[in-house]
């Protein structure tokens, strides 16, 4: 599984921004998928997940409210829409896969997830 995130970029506090991944797998609806963000000199953290179906979310209580993870399994894409962006979002974005065979779980762990995308940027001012 190859994943490519992308949508990252320069903003200013209270902007907004939409991350996107996209697999190189055909069975995607078999894989929950993950957000993670990383910060120079902070350990990798968890951001926001969703189940294979996407009929479950989860977030971090930094980001409850403001982000959104969503997909489209006929796109192969998992999405994560940040809105009311702040300094401290400023960090690497990578989205993560697991296969499962629960169809409405989601991870929340690092060490939970065996696929990861190369990470987009996201940094903003304030």
């Known amino acids: 599984v190859q994943l490519q995130a992308s949508g990252g970029g320069l903003v200013q506090a209270g902007d907004s921004l939409r991350l996107s991944c996209a697999a190189s797998?055909?069975?995607?609806?078999?894989?929950?998928m993950g957000w993670f963000r990383q910060a120079p000199g902070k350990e990798r953290e968890f951001v926001a997940a969703?189940?294979?179906?996407?009929?479950?979310?989860y977030y971090a209580d930094s980001v409850k409210g403001r982000f959104t993870i969503s997909r489209d399994n006929a796109k192969n894409t998992v999405y994560l829409q940040m809105n009311s962006l702040k300094p401290e979002d400023t960090a690497v974005y990578y989205c993560?896969?697991?296969?499962?065979?629960?169809?409405?779980?989601?991870?929340?762990?690092?060490?939970?997830?065996?696929?990861w995308g190369q990470g987009t940027q996201v940094t903003v001012s304030s």
């Open positions: 797998v055909r069975t995607f609806y078999n894989y929950a």
């Open positions: 969703i189940s294979r179906s996407g009929g479950v979310t």
């Open positions: 993560a896969a697991r296969s499962t065979n629960i169809r409405e779980r989601y991870y929340g762990k690092t060490d939970e997830y065996g696929y």
